[in-house]
């Protein structure tokens, strides 16, 4: 099947700080990727849609100035999450598909605010 | 935010058993459902899925049961492994619409 990956897997950082995270699709192109966030033992929430090229769509509640969303190639994502508080940390799941409705989801990336 | 102390439901079977996972879906509109199985740490990985014009599809050792009516989905495995332990995941949408709607999860422990 098709792989994504997420890079870091693992980030601590400082209260007020700003973290990025990368999400690449490796053997295939993806003009839109989805960022979800995770809390532990509840379910992932979508948080937004990232388009190749445009503007990425952000669901209901999520806040597009926090939570920066970067598509700038066919086969990258990425997501800054600005200004990261303590409530900010959480496992953050990108997914990817080749098409239509396939979808292969990145390792996840657990994100740390101290 | 997060609930201090909440647990997944959790279904304990004995190895070689076979498990019944069940999911209430919410919006009528959706006609696509997929299962995931998430690893503690890792992204969900794809299982099964099935589209709304069956009820019923099979893969290896799975199958998914939809029930259009009762808006109710439901995974089986067959001959439960320890590598089956996990959480599994329903996810909704509607077909051409990749936003996936994630259902609540459920814990599978599997009793050596």
């Known amino acids: 099947g098709a792989v994504v990956s997420q890079h870091p897997s693992r980030v601590i950082c400082k209260s007020g700080t700003s973290v990025k995270i990368e999400c690449r699709s490796l053997d295939f192109q993806a003009t839109t990727m989805f960022w979800y966030r995770q809390f532990p033992k509840k379910s992932l929430m979508l948080m937004a849609t990232?388009?190749?090229?445009?503007?990425?769509?952000?669901e209901q509640g999520v806040e597009k100035d926090k939570f920066l969303i970067n598509h700038a190639s066919l086969t990258l994502s990425t997501l800054t999450v600005t200004s990261a508080h303590p409530e900010d940390s959480s496992f953050y799941i990108c997914s990817a598909g080749p098409q239509g409705y396939e979808q292969y989801f990145g390792p996840g990336t657990r994100l740390t605010v101290t | 935010g997060e609930s201090v102390g909440l647990h997944l439901p959790t279904l304990s079977v004995q190895e070689g058993d076979n498990s019944i996972i069940n999911c209430a879906y919410s919006n009528s509109a959706s006609d696509y459902f997929i299962w995931y199985k998430q690893e503690s740490g890792k992204g969900p990985q794809f299982i099964i899925d099935i589209r709304s014009n069956m009820d019923k599809r099979q893969g290896q050792r799975v199958t998914v049961l939809l029930n259009k009516t009762v808006k109710h989905l439901s995974l089986q495995i067959a001959a439960t492994q320890p590598g089956d332990s996990a959480v599994y995941f329903c996810a909704e949408t509607e077909y051409g619409n990749n936003r996936l709607a994630f259902g609540k999860g459920n814990q599978v422990v599997v009793i050596p």
């Open positions: 990232s388009n190749e090229g445009s503007k990425a769509t952000y």
